[in-house]
């Protein structure tokens, strides 16, 4: 089956539009989510998780995947106390976009930007595959490209969502077909009540260029994130 090609925007990020990657040690996503942002057209500047502030003209803050401080007590939990989280949580209070993708997300969720936690797989092991994904809703990340089915890569060992009971979470994703992780209602991705903030354990970044990827899905979710960051930069 080929896989659903996301369409162009209707409305194309802003040429050059200023987003910052955090990078924390263990981080192993950080050079690829910068790649696939300047692909893309933004300008990206690198944060230092020792940074207190975030560089003049920064409009929108991802989040990348891999091994924050090597995950040694529980993913996300340690980088939550990182000097930089601090500008990156008012930044995120204040309305400015903030993506979080795979550590990322569990990140945010150790934070409380994003209500739940991410808990172990439910078969105990490590997944790396390639999924299909469908938005429900995508708050202010939206974009034609995320209609339909999308194809991207993950690879976790602790992605099963669990929604926090007194803050029910708004669906961003769910796995489409079958569930890779156990994680609860098949959801692959969530949002804040705002809408400008935004978790999933797939991996877009990693769905760009096509020579190097299962295709160009993951682009969509890029551009949704680049076009809120320069709407909220204008605001």
């Known amino acids: 089956?080929?896989?659903?090609?996301?369409?162009?925007?209707?409305?194309?990020?802003?040429?050059?539009?200023?987003?910052?990657?955090?990078?924390?040690?263990?981080?192993n996503d950080d050079r690829d989510l910068m790649g696939a942002l300047e692909l893309l057209g933004a300008r990206v500047e690198p944060i230092w998780h020792?940074?207190?502030?975030?560089?003049?003209?920064?409009?929108?803050?991802?989040?990348p995947g891999g091994f924050s401080y090597g995950d040694y007590l529980r993913c996300g939990a340690?980088?939550?106390?990182?000097?930089?989280?601090?500008?990156?949580?008012?930044?995120?209070?204040?309305g400015g976009p903030t993506l979080g993708i795979c550590n990322g997300f569990q990140i945010l969720c150790e934070s409380g930007l994003l209500p739940g936690a991410l808990v172990r797989n439910r078969d105990l092991r490590f997944v790396c595959d390639e999924v299909k994904v469908r938005a429900?809703?995508?708050?202010?990340?939206?974009?034609?490209?995320?209609?339909g089915v999308m194809l991207l890569p993950?690879?976790?060992?602790?992605?099963?969502y669990v929604p926090d009971p007194?803050?029910?979470?708004?669906v961003a994703f769910r796995y489409s077909?079958?569930?890779?992780?156990?994680?609860?209602?098949?959801?692959?991705?969530?949002l804040n009540e705002a809408g400008n903030v935004l978790g999933l354990m797939p991996h877009p970044e990693h769905a760009v260029d096509p020579k190097l990827s299962c295709g160009t899905d993951g682009?969509?979710?890029?551009?949704?994130?680049?076009?809120?960051?320069?709407?909220?930069?204008?605001?």
């Open 1 to 27: 089956m080929v896989p659903h090609q996301p369409q162009p925007s209707s409305r194309a990020p802003e040429p050059g539009v200023c987003v910052g990657v955090v990078v924390f040690p263990g981080s």
């Open 50 to 63: 020792k940074d207190t502030r975030l560089p003049d003209g920064v409009r929108g803050v991802g989040i």
């Open 78 to 94: 340690m980088a939550r106390f990182s000097p930089v989280m601090a500008a990156v949580v008012a930044h995120a209070r204040a």
């Open 136 to 147: 429900e809703e995508t708050g202010q990340f939206r974009d034609p490209g995320t209609a």
């Open 154 to 160: 993950i690879k976790h060992g602790e992605g099963a």
């Open 166 to 170: 007194a803050r029910p979470p708004r």
């Open 177 to 190: 077909e079958a569930n890779p992780n156990g994680t609860t209602d098949g959801i692959a991705g969530v």
């Open 219 to 235: 682009a969509a979710i890029l551009r949704g994130f680049l076009g809120a960051a320069a709407r909220w930069g204008k605001a």
